[in-house]
Structures are given as structure tokens and as C-alpha cells.
């Protein structure tokens, strides 16, 4: 009766416009067939349905389906055209049993949360997920824990849903035999945040995907990557956390991302790194930390991107630039302690370095202006050795190459004349 | 043989050198510890240190204790003695409590702060093997050094460029072969330029057990595939024992045919 | 008794022994004269196996002395610069000696003997020469061999405690023991040996008792003989 209520003081409040009437019907519309909803319990025993395939079989649309406590051996379930909202409590279980898809849909404006879905078929051929969703708009995966899924959620050609609070991992023990707990496919709009996904090939896949948005995110220990781009332009993440995967992120093919306050850490491994950008332009990274991986960020072909107020903490080389990166701008970042703050292929191309805080940094300030006097070499001598002669990195942490680092230092031969900070900040940029 | 040891280790313990060698390990590891936070992190920093300044002090602490000692052992060579027990003796006093500086100047902060229950403790012991080994590798270069040069300016010198050749100078000509080889296939070569330098050879063996390891790429992947199989390890403790071997029976040797 | 057999040694180009035969008899007491650089210490250390002879053989009784080390227990030896690590105390270096040999001592007796009792917890490089000496005298005479060899036992010895020192040693004589000796003062050389073995140019020069040296030399006095042994050399 409230609804009704308050329905009646809208209407009364837009009555003077001129669309007034359209709306009411509409609000009348909603509210009839709201009142029309079902919804279908399904249960081991003493419920209308013991199947749940039964139960979306038989709902109309706008339904909902209340699947209670209990164990479903079920695979496959078919959501087709139909705007369901499929929910559980704790204890609701579907065991696919390794038998193909655990729920596929083809739909809009549906939601399926509060479940648990384990045991996905691994396959070599098929991409089978505990949840399949394809051309569909409007909808929300919430709280779904998958366990031993091979892949997590699959999503093709689909826009404006919502993934929300899922826990979702996998047991996968080679790339070939796992695959992506979040797998979107040529779909857009869409927003993924506080899940954890682990233990799977990558965290999150994105291909042929636009404004998409992911936060919140915690991806770690996954074979892969943590999180993936492919082919996706005009996608923002933040406020995820990377941790111990084969490498935290990778961003491919892809124009204008934008990544901040993100957290890249223990991506520790001889080929692991915390974020990988290769062949990528107009991108926006900022606020992000990266502790304690192998290489921070590798940059192989990045052009036009902005690097500011990050934090770059005891990584063994900060930023890796391979090659063919043009325009790039480092400033206001923090480089503490890394083992090599900068490793540099090929020619500087209008890339700049310039007001940053090193903390390997030893000039002075005279001026007290905060910038130090003498400019900041990012590249030694021995990361120039390295990148020339890779086996000469067995010297590593030798007295003879701490003398050949200062030595140049002091007199530089080797590393690029022009590869430096002619600001370097005397303390740590606060953001 | 024993007493010898245990006069010449017992005259070294008591000496003030071996307290200040003691004392500056255990400030070292204590400030590491202290500002680290961290046991890893201070094991990385105790390698460069240890990598360096064991086999510097274990030669010049080698020598110089030779030089000073020379008349005792005179007093010694005419006794009733051999001359092997004389100098064998002195030699494992010289190495024995440079080895015990070291470890009890690490080993104390560390073991305080905990190190039995992290899980860091291989790594720390292959820190006090390793150490071992370079004091007793270098001190056995010293009194080789100490025995073939009568005049001491001279033996001092040519500890120091000992030293610096292998510390330093080794690893020079060793970027410069790879630098200049850069078109050939070097992980072999790599591997046996390591093997010979016992200095190269203690940093690999910490290095490959820390973290840190993965900055070494695939070089450092082929080098976890020798020296991470037994015959590797084997190989590379084999090594360090010639290195031991190899200067005390010149040693001996050189000390049996002397004239005093 | 020790016996030298063709006893050379080179040091560097420098001929220092070029072959030097000598007998020391049993229960007689044999000085080891000549000039300065004769190689009368290094004879001495060669017997000792503190050098080695480029050529020849020594056979203390019936045994060689090359790579062998036992023969030592039968001998106490007196070196003839006393140094000593200065770190440690007098009755440290006792113990440590008698550690060492493990062979029974009369150290007490020399000790009390040579009055060294005040200054047995002092460090040795605190000690005067003279003192020095004593120590070195206690260390080299306490294991009572029957073989006793002292290179320039009188040097920093003031005149009593070399009377002391003589008494001493002419108490081993009695007590038959061989004694080789070398020193620069004649006196001493004169009231003690029964025999002078003379070394010069790396060979013995004179091998023979002081009367023997008297009466070849034609000198009564010992001192003379000696310095005419030396100039009939020159001349």
C-alpha cells in the first residue's frame, strides 16, 4: 500500500508536466506486474521443485527462484530469454560434477546471486564456465563463490551488468588446464568490483571490451596474469590489488586506460612482473603502488602515457623500458630502493624522467627549491651492461660492479647522455 | 698438532683483533637487523659485506699473524715437534677463530631476533658456510703468501693483491670476456668462471637461495639447474674445499722445505 | 754422539758451509768457534732441522736427522736471539713448553736458581734482555737432556748471573752430559770446553782440545791462539 502511496504523490508532484501521463501508466505498469512476481522455491524436499532447470523451466518472466540450502548435482542450466533472478543462502550448492557449464544464459535484466558453484568441466576444446552469459544487458552476478572452476564466469557480447563481491578460484595446475575466472568477450559497460578471484589462469580477461570499469578488485596468485587487457580500449581500473601472480597486470593493444590506485605486489618470479604494457598509447597510470615485484612495470612499445604519483618500493628493476616507447612522462613518482630503478633499451624518443624523488639519489640542494642540483642517472651501469650482455647479470651485488656503478656515476661513459632527472626532488612526493 | 691449535687460537682469542672483527659483526648485524626490520633483507646486505670482508680480513689477519708469531714458531720448530703440527696448527688457530668471529658476531643478533623460528634459517646458514669457508680459503692464501715472502711490506702487498684480484680485478675480466664473447653461447662459460673464483662462487651460492634470484633471469636459471641438484651442490662445496686443499698442501710444503 | 758428514749449505749464491766433518764425543763439552757469518748458527739449526743442508748428513747416535723430528726429545736448545710472542707471561711460556714436550721438568729448580720467581706473571716484552735471557735459559735447560746446545748463552747475562750460568753448567758436565756451545767470550769458551772446533771459510779450520790449539798456535794464551788462528789465515 506504501508503494501505491507514494506512486500516487509522484504522479500528483509530475502531474503538470507534460509526460505525466506517460509515466503514470508506466509506474502502474511496473507495480501490476510486480505484484504478478512468483517466486519458486527449489529444494531437496517438500518444495515445489527439487530441480532447479525445472524451476527456471517453469517461471515467467520477472520471477524470482529461491534455491535453498542443499547439494544440486545439476549442469547446464538453461536460462533462455527470460528476466529471472536466481538467489541462494548460504549452504546453496550446484556441483556440476565436471559435466560442461554450471548455468548458461541468454537474457536481460536478470541477477543470479548468494550461490556456489563448484567442480567445472576442464576441457581442451571448450571454454566451459560456471556461468555462461551471452548477449545479455542489465544484469548482476553478486556473491557467488565458484570453487574448482575451470572458467569463472564467461561473457560474451554483453553490456551494463554488474559483478560484484564473487569468490571465485580455481585448482588449476598448468596455463593450459586453467582458465580466466572473469572472462569478458566483446562486451562493454560493464562494472566488476570487490571480487577475489585466485588461483585460475588470469584473474580478470578482457578482449574487445570498452568502458568497462574495474575496482576493488583483489586478483593473486594466478598463473597469468592478475588482470589482462586484450584489444580493449577506454577501460578504467582502480583500487585493485595484484598480488603474487606470474605477473599483476598486462595491458595489450589497447588505447586510453586509465589505471590508479592500484596495488601491484610479490609478483616475484624470474619472467614475473607488476604490470606489462606493450603496444598501448594515451594511458593514465597514477597512485599505484608497485612493491616488491621483479620488474614494476615493463613497458614495451608505449606511447603517450602518464606516469605520476606512484610508488615504486623495493622492486628488483622499477621500470623496464624494452623498446619503441615514445612521449612517455615520468614525474612525481617515489623510487625507493629498488635494486635498479631504470632499465632502458634503445633511444630516449621524448620520453622524460624529469621531478621525481630517487631515494638512491646522493646530490644536494643548495637553492632550497627542493630540487636537487645535480642532475639523477636512473640508469647504471651495470643495468646498460645487463641489457647489452644478459649473462653479465651474474655479477650481481659484486664489489666489482658497485665500482663500476660509481665510477660512471661520477664520470658517466656508457649509460645515455640525455637519460636523466635534471629535477630529482630532494623528498618524497606525499599524494 | 691440537696444542698448537689450541695456543694459537687461544693466543688469537684473547688478542684485541679478533674482539674488534668480533664486535663489528655483531654491531653490523645488530644495526641491520635493528633498521631492516627484516631478516632477509639483512642477509642480503650482510652477503655484500661478508663476500668482501672475510676474505679481506682472513688475509691480512693471516698474514699479520704469521709475521708476529714467527718467533714463537721458531721457539716451536726446536722442539720436539713436526714441523707440519707447527704450522697446521697455527693455521687452522688463524682460521678457527675468524670463523667464530664471524659466526658468533652474525649469529648472536640473529639469533635473538628469532632466526630459529623463520624461515629464513637455511639461508643464514649457507651465510655462515660460506663465511666459514672464505676465512679458512683466505687465510690458507696468507700464510702461503706470509711463507714464501721473508720480507713483510712485500707479503702484505701481495695479500692485498690477492685479495683485489680475486674480490675485484676477477670479476673485471670476467665482464670484459663476456662483453667481448657477447655472440657465443655463454651460460658454460659462465658457470666455470664462477666455479674458479671462490669469492664469485660464495655470492652465487647465497644469491640463489634469496629472493632476489629472480633478477637474475636465465642465466640465474641455468645456474639454479646445476647448483640446485646434489651433484651441483656438491660440486660447488667440492670446490670451496679444493680451494682449502689446494693452498694448505702448497703450504705445507713450501713450510717443509724453509729454512728459518 | 753427533757426527757432521760433509755438511754444505747455500744461502741464495752465498757459500756459507762448504762442507763441514765433525765428531762431538759423548759427556765433552765442544765450542763452535769462528768470525762473525762463519755459519756457526746455522750448523746449529741444521742440526736441528730448523734448516736443511744442501748436501751431506748428521746422525745423532745411530739416526739421520733428515725428516725426522724424535731425535729433538734428547736435545734442549738455546737460541741465540731470545724472542718471544710478547703477549704472554713467563709462566705461560713455561707451561706452554712443558705442554708442548710433555716430558718431566726440573723448571722449579732453574727458576728459583736463575731468581726469576718475581717475575714469573710478568709479560714477556716488559722483561729487560738480561732477564729475557734467563727465561730463555730456564726454557732450553729444564727438560735435563743429555744433549745440551746453547748459541751465545752469556748475552746480556751481567757478571753474577754468568757465574751462575758457569757453575751451572759445569754441574752438567759433571753430570755427563754433551754440551755444544758457541760464544764470543774467550774466557768462558776457555774455563768451559774441552774442545774447540774452528769454522772458517765453511769448513773446520781447527778440530781439537785448547791445548792442542795452544800448542799448534804457539800461544799460551787462549785468546791469542784464537786471533792467531785467524791471521795466519788472512796472511
Known sequence: MNLWKSSIRIVIKVDRMKSSFFLLCLIIALNFSYAQNRTLEVCAKDCEFTSIQQAVDQAKAGDSIFIKKGVYKEHDIFINRKSLHLYGEKGSIIDIDHKGYGIKVEANDFSITDLTIKNVEVSYTSDYAAIYLFKCDNFKLKNITLKKAFFGFLIEKSSKGIIEENDISGIGQSEASSGNAIHLWNSKELEVRDNDVYNMRDGIYIEFGSNNVFENNTSHDNMRYGLHFMFSDDNRYSYNTFQNNSAGVAVMFSKRIQMNNNVFKKNWGTASYGLLLKEISDGEIYHNTFENNTTGITADGSTRINYYENDFINNGYAVKFIGGSYKNKFYKNNFLYNNFDLSYSGRLNNNSFDTNYWSDYTGYDLDNDNYGDVPYRPVKLFSYLVNETPESIILLRSLFVDIINFSEKVTPVFTPKNLTDQQPLMSEVQW | MLKILKYSFFDLIRSRWSYVYFLFYLLLSSVLLFLNNDLSNAIITLLNVVIVLVPLIGTIFGVMYYYDSQEFTELLLAQPIKRKSIFLGQYLGVATSLSLSVLLGLGIPFALYGLFQSNVIFDFLILIVVAVFLSFIFSALAFNIALTNTNKIKGFGYAILVWLFLAVIYDGAFLIALIYFQEYPLDQFTLVATLFNPIDLSRILILLKLDISALLGYTGAIFKDFFGTIAGSLVSLGVLAVWVVLPLWRMLHVAKKKDF | ?235
Open chain 3, 1 to 235: 754422539m753427533v757426527e757432521f758428514k760433509d755438511i754444505q749449505k747455500k744461502f741464495g749464491k752465498n757459500d756459507v758451509l762448504t762442507g763441514i766433518n765433525l765428531k762431538i764425543q759423548d759427556g765433552k763439552t765442544t765450542a763452535i768457534l769462528g768470525p762473525n757469518g762463519s755459519g756457526k748458527t746455522t750448523l746449529i739449526k741444521i742440526l736441528l732441522g730448523m734448516c736443511h743442508s744442501n748436501k751431506g748428513d748428521i746422525l745423532v747416535g745411530n739416526s739421520t736427522t733428515k725428516n725426522n723430528w724424535s731425535y729433538r726429545k734428547n736435545i734442549d736448545y738455546l737460541p741465540q736471539i731470545a724472542n718471544f710472542p710478547g703477549n704472554i707471561k713467563v709462566k705461560e711460556i713455561i707451561a706452554m713448553i712443558k705442554d708442548l714436550r710433555h716430558q718431566k721438568t726440573r723448571d722449579e729448580e732453574l727458576i728459583t736458581y736463575f731468581e726469576l720467581k718475581p717475575y714469573l706473571d710478568t709479560k714477556l716484552s716488559h722483561l729487560s734482555g738480561g732477564y729475557k735471557q734467563k727465561v730463555n735459559l730456564v726454557l732450553s735447560l729444564m727438560f735435563d737432556s743429555p744433549f745440551v746446545i746453547l748459541d751465545e748463552p752469556t748475552s746480556g747475562l751481567d757478571p753474577l748471573s754468568l757465574i751462575k750460568l758457569k757453575d751451572l753448567l759445569k754441574k752438567e758436565q759433571d753430570n755427563g752430559k754433551t754440551i755444544l756451545i758457541t760464544s764470543h767470550i774467550m774466557s768462558f769458551v776457555e774455563e768451559i770446553s774441552d774442545h774447540i772446533s774452528f769454522i772458517l771459510d765453511g769448513k773446520v779450520y781447527f778440530d781439537g782440545s785448547i791445548d792442542e790449539l795452544k800448542s799448534t798456535t804457539q800461544e799460551t794464551d787462549f785468546e791469542y791462539a784464537i786471533a792467531n788462528l785467524l791471521k795466519n789465515d788472512h796472511a
